[in-house]
Structures are given as C-alpha cells and as structure tokens.
C-alpha cells in the first residue's frame, strides 16, 4: 500500500522560513513525479508544486514561485518543500502525493497532512 | 492558473443520483482526457473516485461515475448513501505539466 507520512509544520512568523518533508514507502519513489497540495482553513484543495522522478523538472503555482522548492532524495525515499519568505496566506494544511502526470494519489486515508500556521 | 468551477453545493435524497459539474478551459479539461475526482472528508487525505474523465481506481463504489463533454466534466453518484455527505473536488493536469483543482463541491444527503 502507497504510504506518505508528511511532517514538519508548526508555527512560524510572517517572513520566516520551514521546511516540509514527506516520507514515502509502498511503491518504486524513484519512479514517480511527486506533489505537494494545500488546503487552506476554509478553502479549497491547491495543488502547490511538483517534481520530476529525477528533479530535473519542477513546476510551481504562480503564488509560490521564488519563495518555495521542491526536492527529493531517492536515497531516503523523501520529498521536501523548502518554504521562505511564509505569508498569512500560506498558512493551510500540506499534502504530499504521488503523481501519475494525469491524477494525484495521496496515499491511505488515515494519513493528516501536515500543518502550517503563520502567524502576523 | 484560475481554478476549475464547480458548484458550491448539491444535494439529494437517499437513493437519488446527483452530478457535480466541473468546467474550465481549453488548456485543462478541455485539452486532455485527465480530469480527475477526489472526495474529501474533512481531517484526512483526499482520496481519488475517478481519473482520467471515467476510470474508477479498485475499490471505489461503481456508483461513482465520470464524464466530459468539451471544457466540462461531471461527477455523478447514483443511490445516493448518508456516507457520501462531503467535499469533492474535480482536478485537470494541464498544458503546462502542472495540475489544477476545482473550487469544490458540498455535497449534502437530505
């Protein structure tokens, strides 16, 4: 069974920084794309950014490009989503997900996400 | 990079079939046979009804259904269950390798 574990949320201030990771088991990591997805307190799913299965290629939603980034180490089966310069609106629980190039799966259902809060 | 639109609400009775409508452009929905559903209950992971505009993933009840007709996709459920109350959302990979979401769907069993 697909597993993802994502971590590393917590509280941090306008304008600091926190890093994401997600720990993937249950299929080849190596071989997918992988995405991060974030839902906001009281809005809809947003789908944040992606990464080729080698990182050579990475794509990012207009409102996060050159402040967050997305990596991965294979060796570890882990993706990261390094995020600088934290707006309120940034503020949204992140999912990682495995990702097909045509839909996302986001792993067994018990999984929460991990939560960001910035605060003002 | 707008959001898909989706109708804020929907509901039926138990047993009735509902279908949440999904609409965006030529460079997402319209342009590739890559939409996707995804049911959402609040506290846990999305979990994936359909992908690609009609294929269910093993598992998933077959009375979820997918279709696609121009910039619009559906989502029907048939026999509508207590346990089908929560938020969907539809979703479209797009011409520039990125993925977009539908603005979601509250789903309400009366």
């Known amino acids: 069974e697909v597993r993802l574990v994502e971590s590393g949320g917590g509280l941090v201030q306008r304008g600091g920084s926190l890093r994401l990771s997600c720990a993937a088991s249950?299929?080849?990591?190596?071989?997918?794309?992988m995405s991060w997805v974030r839902q906001a307190p009281g809005k809809g799913l947003e789908w944040v950014a992606n990464i080729k299965l080698d990182g050579s290629e990475k794509y990012y939603v207009d409102s996060v490009k050159g402040r967050f980034t997305i990596s991965r180490d294979d060796d570890k089966n882990s993706l990261y989503l390094q995020m600088n310069s934290l707006r309120a609106e940034d503020t949204a629980v992140y999912y990682c997900a495995r990702d097909t190039r045509r839909f996302l799966w986001f792993g067994e259902p018990w999984g929460q996400g991990t939560l960001v809060t910035v605060s003002s | 990079q707008s959001a898909l639109t989706q109708p804020a609400s929907v509901s039926g009775s138990p047993g009735q079939s509902i279908t949440i409508s999904c609409t965006g452009t030529?460079?997402?929905?319209?342009?590739?046979?890559?939409v996707s559903w995804y049911q959402h209950h609040p506290g846990k992971v999305p979990k994936l009804m359909i992908y690609d505009v009609s294929n269910r993933p093993s598992g998933v009840s077959n009375r979820f259904s997918g279709s696609k007709s121009g910039n619009t996709a559906s989502l029907t459920i048939s026999g509508l269950q207590a346990e089908d109350e929560t938020d969907y959302y539809c979703s479209s990979y797009t011409s520039s390798s990125t993925y977009v979401f539908g603005t979601g769907t509250k789903v309400t069993v009366l």
């Open positions: 030529s460079s997402d929905v319209g342009g590739y046979n890559y």
């Open positions: 249950g299929f080849p990591f190596s071989t997918y794309w």
